[in-house]
């Protein structure tokens, strides 16, 4: 059996669906699978030195890809080429014998390039979340518009390409909100698997969890500066906590400007430490100072740093909402329901003030956290079910 992976970025470095990836190909690497990966040139440094150089094709930009780079009306068209170059790529390969496997992007509207008759896997899938009916006012005309869209794309993809409908398998990771969008596409039910949207390495999974003891008043939060973390929300919570209280940001974005400000404005620049990029692998040692991760996001399909948490022993201060309503249970994670910004504020400041204080409740979240990511989150369980839908193809 032959196995071709699929996704335009795949590093350490780039993000979650780049890690996921990654770490799925060297799952299938250790488990003795025939498989190739295929991903854009921007990833070769990055990877090349870490996995057999006969076991990964990288597809180069030509003069079209540039100009879609370029270009802001066209630049959505991007990964669309990426999927034309690399369908010529496999098939120039004599790949065409595969199981091609789609592993990213995670989105259910964005189609997939593939021969008519060919072998394939698309997912996991998740995507297609919004804000809270509270929080829409503050959603960009262009997401707004996406989300007005949605099932009009699908519709029309549908028509025109039909990746949905023709796949073997479709790996679902998102839940009922992604089945009804993958009908919408015209994907069968009966070919739709449901799975977990991705798996920790074993230097997460092997960690000591953290042990609270004490008082313990600094919070931490992790990921890209933009609107949709909603770490604003963080912010102004840390404001309504005793003055003691700390919260360290790492990551960056467009919107660190204004946090800093409102830092500012609010009178807890001194309590904000905006502590830039964390690399992956120190992720480990960095987060046992913290007493609670504090993450809440108004848009997350998933989380993978959510079930990094869980796995380390950070009790998660976060929305029920999205992906991360779907990876903690009520005991196994500080959740505020997304009401309002009043309600949230309110919510999270509760929250960290109470892990804060009380060792004994961090340490009950943490346990129940750690035992539900124990029996979900390792690629031994996540790997064994995305790999199961090749069974169905050979």
Known sequence: MKVVLIAPNVSQNMGGEAIKAYQYFDYLLRQGYDVTLCTH??????????????????????????????????RPLLNIYFQILNRSELLKRGLGDAIWHFVTPISPVEPKMFPKGQDVVIGPLSGNIYYPSGFMSRIEPQRRLAMYLHRPAQWLCRMLIGDKRRAAVILNSGYERTRKSLSWAGADPANIQDVIDSALPDYVNDATPTMHQGENKNFVSLGRFVDDKGLDLGIKALAQCPPDFTLTLYGG?????????????????????????????????VMSKYRGFVFPTLAEANGIVIQEMMMLGLPVVTLKWGGPADLASDNAAMFVEPVDEEHVVDGLAKAMMALADDADLANRVAEQARSEAEGRFTWDAVGQSWAAAYEKLT
């Open 41 to 74: 040139e921007r990833c070769r440094n990055a990877i090349i030195d870490d996995f057999p150089k006969d076991r990964m094709i990288f597809i180069e930009d030509d003069r079209v890809s540039i100009f879609l780079w370029k270009s802001h009306i066209f």
């Open 253 to 285: 974005g467009a919107e660190e400007q204004s946090w800093r400000k409102l830092a500012a404005d609010l009178g807890v620049a001194d309590r904000v430490n905006f502590a830039g990029w964390l690399e992956h692998a120190d992720i480990v040692s």
